[in-house]
């Protein structure tokens, strides 16, 4: 007997892997049939959430019997979701997506086609913001970036941490050494040291035989107190 046969094919166009899922019921004439990823089905139900790679696709075929076109399915609460990583930070400095901070990373399962907008923000201690990456590939230098959800996605912000210099003068009657990230000892003349804001240095006195150690002097003439001294930029 003459069947006439239907193919309803459900694609995932977006650009990485998708997950596809469904909801679906049923009207069955007698001799028609019904299948879903070539499974045959035969009462209302849902379809197994499936991940497509981009171009993978699930067809639905349908079949009456003597060309009736009795037969059919209705899906609903269809949905193709993409899971989009937002990375921790990276470097000093924070942001948000769609208004919400993100610290640690987190990982979103959204509808394909779903719209962000992230804003990076450098730490206020002169750090300076560096990009938008995913992965290794920089994909924006803008602090603010807007996005569709196009399938498997990940992005994190870099920033990079702003240098501070400070100038060690000699005193009278002795030396001292400074101790951080390297070791230097300031005798008879001034040295400079250049590092990323927030390097902690610790200054040791080293008086002259006969001579006590009082106090340090800063550059806006603020006498600090500790021996040794430390503190950060």
């Given at each position: ?5 239907d193919?309803?094919t ?8 998708a997950?596809?899922?469904?909801s ?7 001799g028609?049939s019904?299948t879903?990823d ?5 009462s209302?139900?849902?379809?197994t959430p499936?991940?497509l790679?981009?171009?993978d696709?699930?067809k639905i075929v349908?079949?009456?019997?003597n060309?009736s076109?009795?037969?059919?399915i209705t899906i609903s609460?269809?949905s193709?979701?993409g ?8 470097g000093?400095?924070?942001y948000?997506?769609?208004g919400?901070g993100?610290t640690a990373?987190?990982t979103?399962?959204?509808?394909v ?7 990076a923000t ?12 995913s992965g290794a ?5 803008d602090?603010?970036?807007?996005f569709t959800n ?11 941490a702003s ?5 060690f003068?000699?005193?009278?009657h ?18 400079s040291s ?8 610790t200054?040791t ?5 006969g001579?006590m150690?009082?106090y340090?002097?800063d550059s806006?003439g603020?006498r600090?107190?500790g021996?040794p ?5």
């Amino acid at each position: 007997s003459e069947t006439a046969t239907d193919t309803l094919t459900l694609t995932n166009s977006s650009a990485g892997m998708a997950t596809l899922s469904f909801s679906y019921s049923l009207s069955i004439d007698d001799g028609g049939s019904v299948t879903i990823d070539g499974e045959a089905v035969t009462s209302n139900g849902s379809f197994t959430p499936k991940e497509l790679s981009p171009n993978d696709y699930v067809k639905i075929v349908i079949t009456s019997p003597n060309g009736s076109g009795n037969t059919s399915i209705t899906i609903s609460n269809l949905s193709l979701k993409g899971k989009v990583t937002f990375g921790a930070p990276d470097g000093p400095g924070t942001y948000t997506v769609n208004g919400v901070g993100i610290t640690a990373a987190t990982t979103k399962d959204d509808p394909v086609g779903m719209a962000y907008t992230l804003v990076a923000t450098p730490s206020a201690d002169g750090a300076t913001f560096q990009g938008w990456y995913s992965g290794a590939t920089k994909v924006s230098g803008d602090t603010t970036y807007s996005f569709t959800n196009n399938g498997a996605y990940s992005i994190y912000p870099k920033f990079a941490a702003s240098d501070a210099t400070v100038t060690f003068y000699p005193g009278a009657h002795g030396s001292y050494t400074v101790s951080g990230s390297d070791t230097f000892t300031i005798v008879d003349s001034a040295q400079s040291s250049t590092k990323t804001t927030g390097s902690s240095y610790t200054l040791t006195p080293q008086p002259d035989e006969g001579y006590m150690f009082y106090y340090w002097v800063d550059s806006k003439g603020n006498r600090l107190s500790g021996n040794p001294y430390k503190f950060a930029t």
